[in-house]
């Protein structure tokens, strides 16, 4: 099966508060940036990825990111996170109706196409799955089979959420980089001892991040 994967990406401006303790205001932004950047490139070289749909109303994230391969749709209702990725899927699906559609987070910078695709394969086998965070409280990743809907409820306790909505959690283990999404410090540090892609090395490397 391939599928198609929405991304969602807030303005950079305002992305990524919580990294205040390690990363400047000034410095977010291109962090931010560089997550992205590592996440669509790693989903674009994953063999059960036809496309990736950023949606995003970023000028510069959108350039960049048009740059490496995704298709820009931009952000019009302009209602949060969940609304972002139900204009997303409803774009990608008002073209293709039977595409497979997963929603996956822009902050996965230590991304592997080959556990993506693990995933994937693994989401396949249900009309909707979804894959919990490193933390087990969040989402990082939620599909849905061709000709259903995606029904996406990210944010706080994400998790309950889309197991209360029906979706098959994907239990697989050595899938850590497609769990790792970067909100804090910390995050930050699990992300860099997995292995960063290079755009996200680089940002980093102008941080001072203390050690545990």
């Known amino acids: 099966m391939q599928w198609t994967l929405v991304i969602p990406l807030k303005p950079l401006a305002r992305a990524k508060s ?12 291109g962090l931010a940036l560089a997550f992205a950047q590592d996440t669509v490139a790693a989903a674009l070289a994953c063999p059960a990825v036809r496309d990736v749909a950023v949606v995003t109303d970023d000028s510069l994230a959108g350039r960049e990111l048009a740059a490496l391969g995704a298709r820009i749709v931009p952000d019009e209702p302009r209602g949060g996170l969940n609304t972002a990725l139900a204009h997303g899927a409803a774009v990608v699906r008002a073209a293709r109706p039977e595409s497979a559609l997963a929603a996956l987070n822009a902050d996965l910078p230590a991304l592997r196409p080959h556990e993506l695709a693990r995933v ?11 894959l919990a965070d490193t933390a087990a409280v969040g989402t990082t990743l939620l599909a849905a089979a061709p000709g259903r809907e995606l029904l996406p409820s990210f944010g706080t306790d994400s998790r309950a959420r889309h197991r209360a909505s029906g979706a098959v959690e994907i239990a697989l283990a050595a899938v850590d980089s497609v769990r790792q999404d970067v909100d804090t410090g910390e995050d930050l540090r699990a992300a860099l001892a997995l292995g960063v892609g290079p755009r996200t090395a680089a940002a980093a490397a102008r941080l001072l991040i203390p050690e545990q």
């Open 120 to 130: 994937l394969d693994a989401a396949a086998q249900f009309p909707r799955a979804f």
């Open 18 to 29: 919580r990294l205040s303790d390690t990363a400047a205001d000034g410095v977010r932004p």
